[in-house]
């Protein structure tokens, strides 16, 4: 068997259609890239048109199999329409990559419910509605594999960890549940863990440049995240090559959480 041949047996993912939530900025954006690069059909899905329309104009531009549906993730009548939507594009997914997030962090003593309904609603029932949508009919299908995107909050406590820790937190628990419930089907539910990457979700950090530095001496490979260092975790845990990884919060973060 050639190096080409091999590679493909254990990372390519043609044939597969992945819906991407969040998928046109940051860390979604590299990994529906990723993804599509890699063979799969991906709709990503996101709330602002014009991001989603680059994105995937950039994509199919290279040549691969992209769309995009624009959707509300904090109702969940409108993650089940996003998920209709996206399910009749390329047809039902075989993965499903949780990236939507809000990052709403007001001291405890002043996070009030509104803010609480809201990191809830996006960040945790979300991917659980869109994993019930999607999970069972990968289960049946025999393959399926979900992603979810957490945080250091969902591990410690740091940067006033408030609702949004807890909602990452308890998406680490989702994907234990959702592997128990469906991994004996070969559906594995993983999830990928950052460190400090300079996205749009981190802008309030990203502007203070000794905050900034102060992190990336912290990490053990000495620099903060970019985007693109998921690319490579996201197809392994897309692909057949993990298919006896299930259940597992992976960290991308550069030994952040170790030192």
Not at 41 to 64: D, F, N, P, Y
Not at 143 to 170: D, L, P
Not at 203 to 232: H, I, M, Q, W
Request: glycine residues 12%; charged residues 15%; aromatic residues 6%.
């Amino acid at each position: 068997m050639t190096s080409q041949a091999y590679l493909s047996e254990l990372f390519s993912l043609d044939g597969r259609v992945a819906v991407v939530t969040g998928g046109s900025s940051g860390i979604g954006r590299a990994i529906a890239g990723a993804l599509a690069r890699a063979g799969a059909s991906v709709v990503i899905v996101a709330r602002k048109e014009a991001q989603l329309a680059a994105t995937v104009g950039e994509l199919t531009a290279e040549g691969c199999r992209a769309a995009w549906v624009s959707g509300d993730l904090s109702t969940r009548d409108g993650v089940r329409t996003a998920a209709e939507e996206a399910a009749g594009v390329f047809g039902e997914p075989d993965i499903l990559v949780n990236c939507a997030g809000v990052n709403l962090r007001p001291p405890m003593g002043e996070l009030g419910e509104e803010v609480w309904d809201t990191t809830m609603a996006v960040n945790l029932e979300a991917p659980y509605l869109l994993g019930q949508r999607f999970g069972p009919g990968m289960a049946e299908r025999g393959f399926g594999r979900i992603i979810h995107i957490t945080s250091q909050q969902a591990h410690r406590a740091f940067v006033q960890s408030g609702a949004y820790g807890v909602s990452k937190g308890a998406l680490e628990s989702l994907a234990r549940s959702q592997a128990e419930a469906w991994s004996p089907h070969g559906v594995t539910c993983n999830t990928l863990v950052p460190g400090f990457v300079m996205t749009p979700l981190n802008e309030r950090l990203s502007s203070d440049a000794e905050k900034v530095a102060a992190l990336a001496a912290r990490t053990l490979v000495g620099r903060n995240g970019l985007a693109e260092d998921f690319a490579g975790a996201a197809v392994f845990l897309a692909g057949r090559a993990s298919a006896y990884v299930t259940g597992q919060s992976i960290f991308v973060d550069g030994g952040f959480s170790v030192h």
